[in-house]
């Protein structure tokens, strides 16, 4: 039940079984309007099938939105491997992934995602050539990127809460050490910044109270911490009418996919005061960096970046319309994405 209301006019959802080598793979194709369907592929040990499938639906939807509100000729799409990256992610599996990439035949490109590294890119490349964010010819790890566009789009939200992007004194609480998360906060903390973190490696939390001196939360608490920001940069089904209520930062603006339980939530939020920045927004860095890759001509890191300054802008201007018509950010988000869409079909 919970994948059928995943389930939003996906054009194609393949699946990928190969026994001896350990790997079931979903990949979902949403929609194909603006470009050839671009998303990364996530390793992650969903407890059942189907909750791997509700992933890969709600995460491809996702991908729609986020190209076509940063203005990417590329569609959604996503994969996920139900495994676990620390312990079922052999180069077997690797391999029959890479093969099932290549039986796609350009119709689904690729990248990094939670559990899916750089060298685990660069292995899959060598077997597949629809993977992108690579490190050899290729853009390397998206993952900085998105973290700079999280942390532009973070100052955008704060100026327009607060009047200013000033970072100095403010507390920021940051769910998720990986990759994005960990690159924010050094952004985060040079421009002086205050941290309460928390992740379920608690080597990463020590690691972040060393480097940053940092707060340190329960994995079980971060969301509902003192914060005048909340940053998450874990997963997502975070935000429901059981979270909403018990939140205390003013802001939400992170890098994780999918942060609303379900699009509807977005109200509840806007009811408490609290100013949501899309996830699909906010952290489009790395679409951009992986599809700046695939453009004709090739990569070009200085663009990449210029492009990565109008999150900010993106931002502010959905802020605005929403406070004018008093809707949810994330509606005027969803807006602009489906006008895109409809456009490039008439
Ligand atoms: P990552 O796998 O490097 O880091 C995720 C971190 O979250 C890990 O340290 C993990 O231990 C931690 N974590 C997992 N569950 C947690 C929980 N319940 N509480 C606290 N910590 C928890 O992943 P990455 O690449 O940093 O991505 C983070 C989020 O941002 C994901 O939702 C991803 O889909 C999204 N994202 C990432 C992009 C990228 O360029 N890497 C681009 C756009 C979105």
């Known amino acids: 039940a919970a994948a059928l209301e995943a389930y939003d006019g996906h054009e194609r959802v ?26 990364g592929t996530r390793v992650w040990p969903h407890e059942s099938f189907e909750a791997g499938m509700t992933d890969v639906l709600r995460l491809s939807r996702g ?18 491997i139900i495994a676990d990256p620390k312990k079922d992610k052999t180069e077997a599996l690797l391999e029959a992934y890479a093969e099932m990439l290549v039986a796609l035949d350009g119709q689904y490109y690729t990248g990094e995602d939670v559990g899916l590294t750089l060298a685990d890119a660069d292995f899959i490349r060598e077997r597949a050539p629809n993977i992108s964010g690579t490190s050899k010819g290729g853009s390397g790890n998206p993952s900085p990127v998105t973290a700079e566009g999280v942390f532009l789009g973070l100052k955008a939200a704060l ?20 990759s994005v998360g960990w690159s924010l906060c050094e952004k985060l903390h040079a421009e002086g910044a205050e941290l309460v973190v928390a992740d379920i490696d ?6 972040a109270a060393n480097t940053f001196g940092a707060r340190m939360a329960d994995a079980g608490d971060i969301l509902f911490v003192e914060a005048d920001i909340l940053a998450p940069c874990a997963l997502g089904g975070l935000f429901s009418s059981d979270t909403i209520p018990q939140l205390k930062a003013g802001i939400i603006a992170g890098a994780a996919n999918n942060q609303l339980a379900r699009h509807e939530d977005a109200r509840l939020l806007m009811e408490r005061g609290i100013l949501y920045a899309p996830d699909y927004v906010i952290n489009a860095g790395g679409l951009m960096n992986v599809a700046a890759e695939l453009a004709p001509g090739g990569y070009n890191r200085e663009a990449t970046m210029r492009k990565v300054t109008e999150i900010p802008r993106t931002l502010t201007a959905i802020f605005q319309k ?22 490039k079909r008439s």
Request: aromatic share 4%; hydrophobic share 45%.
């Open 63 to 80: 991908m729609t939105y986020k190209a076509a509100v940063a203005g990417l000729p590329f569609g959604g799409g996503k994969a996920v």
């Open 159 to 178: 100026a327009h809460k607060s009047g200013s992007d000033r970072l100095a004194g403010v507390l920021v609480a940051v769910q998720g050490l990986g």
């Open 14 to 39: 393949w699946c990928g079984r190969d026994e001896e080598r350990g790997l079931v793979a979903l990949v979902g194709i949403h929609n194909t309007a603006l470009g050839p369907a671009l998303g």
């Open 322 to 343: 929403a406070d004018a018509e008093k809707r949810p950010t994330n509606e005027v988000a969803s807006d602009i994405a489906m006008a895109r869409i409809a456009d």
């Open 202 to 207: 608690t080597d990463a939390v020590d690691r």
